[in-house]
């Protein structure tokens, strides 16, 4: 079973950077793509980032490119989000997705496992 675990959250000012992880285990990930989505209070989960876990495809939304950062270390089944330049509408829970398809893409409703969640709040 794929297991997700998400760290790295926290309380920024607006400027500020964080480094969000995720731990994944349970399965060989070298056929997966995984991504980063977000939820602020009230509104829908949102893609963030994603990655093929083999390397060479890499996407982000409009609203982070340029800022966000998104890689793997594959010696340690980990994935980043080096966020930089953080503003306050850049607060809510981050999670970390995985699918069984190494394509990856921006559809919340396209992965097949979810982390628990880790809360970014970034004030002004």
């Known amino acids: 079973q794929v297991q997700l675990v998400e760290s790295g959250g926290g309380l920024v000012q607006a400027g500020g950077s964080l480094r969000l992880s995720c731990a994944a285990s349970?399965?060989?990930?070298?056929?997966?793509?995984m991504g980063w989505f977000r939820q602020a209070p009230g509104k829908e989960r949102e893609f963030v980032a994603a990655?093929?876990?083999?390397?060479?495809?890499?996407d982000y939304a409009g609203s982070v490119k340029g800022r966000f950062t998104i890689s793997r270390d594959d010696a340690k089944n980990t994935m980043y989000l080096q966020m930089n330049s953080l503003k306050p509408e850049d607060t809510g829970i981050y999670y970390c997705?995985?699918?069984?398809?190494?394509?990856?893409?921006?559809?919340?409703?396209?992965?097949?496992?979810w982390g628990q969640g880790t809360q970014v709040t970034v004030s002004s």
């Open positions: 997705a995985a699918r069984l398809v190494a394509t990856p893409t921006s559809r919340v409703g396209s992965y097949d496992y």
């Open positions: 990655i093929r876990w083999s390397g060479g495809t890499i």
């Open positions: 349970g399965r060989a990930f070298s056929n997966y793509a």
